[in-house]
């Protein structure tokens, strides 16, 4: 009797716990879509600009896709007792763990040469910056990461001084994106830019001098992960916690479930 109270405590706090996760997955999809297909209005109204959200809408709707899997093979799995779709969800759930401790011991073992490796990706997108007519992807996403981070090229700002578009042309141009806009209204009186017809681009006016972040992306990188480590640390630990937790319920409920008794079957 007490192992069969244990069962359904565990059959129905997996539900519930992965209903939850189902109908976070769905908000979060539903929510990056609107983005993606109404960045427009949703920029004016929040006041930012389009490709950031691009950026933020394929992340909502690729976490809402993978948690609305796994808490729908949770739900089903757990309310119906189907040991193939509880199997899955273990299964997920490790491929999950495995994946986030090897991501973690090759960044961390790897570091010197990932960062060498994301330097030369970085540099190549600065060099072709607004040569294509349309913002690419990889563009937007590096005005995002410049943007948010408040810094400007990936080792100083002088990268862009490989730019074609900057080198070739006559107005003095830098990226939109690296724009320092406390400096740029403490200098106003100096200091007029405009955007340029080029997208991307800001020209200066009376003065030479970038109005931009002095510091490199790489550096603003190491410096935040610097001071927020024993955070991350903390948070990878309480997931993989979490999981781990998660892995064992599911696998003790898929083991005791009656092995004479086929839920495939009722239901089918």
Known sequence: MAIKGCLSVTKYFLFVFNLFFFILG?????????????RGSFATMIGSSVPTLKVWSYVFSGVGILTMLLGFLGCLGSLKEIKCLLGFYFAFLLLLFSAQITIGVLVYTQRNSLSTRLGTIVESVIKDYGLYGNQTDLEEGWD????????CGWYAPEDWQKNPKIQNTSANLYPCSCQNVSAFHTNSSTNSSTEYPEAGFCTTG????????????MNTLQAFLLNNSITIVGVCIGIALLELFVMTLSMCLCRNLDQNYNKLARYS
């Open 26 to 38: 769905g908000v979060l999809l539903c929510f990056g879509l609107w983005i993606l297909f109404d």
């Open 144 to 151: 995002f990461a410049q943007e948010k981070m408040q810094c």
């Open 206 to 217: 009376a003065t030479k001098k970038w109005p931009v972040y002095q510091t490199g992306c």
